[in-house]
């Protein structure tokens, strides 16, 4: 890893796109503080999937002092930033480079440097420039915080990153659509976009909307290449039938029963499949509709009344489909 660049993961990078100006200008305050505050000790808190890593794009361009992004967790990465801060010459306004420790709460911190042979002991209370933590809260975090303060000789300053506006959910969701598309070889509806940013109050994250989005294109991709579960299930079923059917004529056993039951769930099936099939013959099994994306949030929260979950009459985008279109059952 290189000063001032985030080092590589070997994942592939997911879109990133900031709408909302509380964020910029949160960047560009903390940005000013770090560079100012040498001794500066600060905790940027927000729930998981809100987008605290994304917002570290915002933050990393307004930077005016040099900085390291780590993972302090990475015991190598830690003694190899220890290891290039000692030959460190460049002090940009006088101060070392921040060390911006992405996914790391005040907690977490304080366990790494419970660990006798970790790095860490040796680098963060030690060092001498500006520190930035981002993570969700925890229960423990508020006493960590405290005894943190305490060993590093610094006041903790905490800001709460502020809540995605539904204008930044829909910048995430275009951004992540054709991530989304090519990844399951399906095609997202307009309608359905509009329901999953429409659909949706602002107490859901960008990390929850793009989840639900996800869910959906991958049933409806799993359903596309193996049928609807139900159907599955009721194939099986046959199978098991038809084997027993068999076996009984060759011992002479009674058939009838069983080709009833036969029959039965043959025409359990024909039902189980009249929307699979209406969608394969209007050539939409590998596109997301409106009811898929509902039906995955349904599937997540366990109820069709969720207090985020609001279906519009009319959705931008495009008019919702006739019939059922769950293609889950």
Do not use: C
């Amino acid at each position: 890893m290189r000063l001032g660049q985030v080092p590589a993961t070997g994942r592939a990078a997911n879109p990133v796109v900031i709408t909302d100006a509380s964020w910029y200008r949160l960047a560009d305050d903390l940005a000013v503080a770090l560079a100012s505050s040498p001794r500066g000790l600060i905790w940027v808190t927000a729930d998981r999937g809100t987008g605290k890593t994304a917002w570290l794009q915002a933050l990393m361009p307004a930077m005016r002092t040099d900085f390291y992004l780590m993972d302090l967790r990475d015991q190598l990465e830690t003694a190899a930033t220890l290891e290039q801060l000692q030959d460190y010459s460049n002090h940009l306004q006088g101060t070392l480079p921040a060390l911006l420790l992405d996914n790391l709460s005040p907690a977490d911190l304080m366990a790494l440097l419970a660990e006798p042979d970790h790095p860490a002991r040796q680098l963060v209370p030690n060092h001498n420039g500006p520190i930035l933590l981002l993570s969700p809260e925890q229960e423990d975090d508020a006493v960590a915080a405290r005894r943190m303060e305490r060993v590093m000789g610094r006041s903790m300053i905490r800001h709460d990153l502020p809540a995605s506006s539904r204008s930044q959910n829909q910048a995430v969701l275009v951004a992540h659509r054709p991530v989304i598309e090519a990844r399951w070889k399906v095609r997202i509806t307009d309608a359905a976009m509009g329901l999953a940013v429409s659909g949706l109050h602002y107490r859901a994250t960008p990390g929850q909307v793009v989840e639900w989005l996800e869910r959906a294109a991958a049933r409806v991709a799993v359903v596309a290449d193996e049928g609807p579960a139900e159907s599955r299930r009721l194939r099986s079923e046959l199978e098991t039938l038809a084997r027993r059917i068999e076996v009984n004529r060759e011992t002479g056993e009674p058939v009838e029963p069983l080709e009833q039951e036969f029959e039965q769930r043959s025409l359990e099936l024909t039902a189980a499949e009249v929307d699979w099939f209406e969608r394969q013959s209007q050539g939409t099994l590998r596109q997301v509709f409106p009811e898929d994306v509902r039906a995955e949030l349904e599937s997540l929260t366990g109820s069709s009344d969720h207090p985020d979950l609001h279906v519009p009459t009319d959705v931008a985008g495009g008019a919702r489909r006739a019939g059922s279109g769950n293609l889950r059952s």
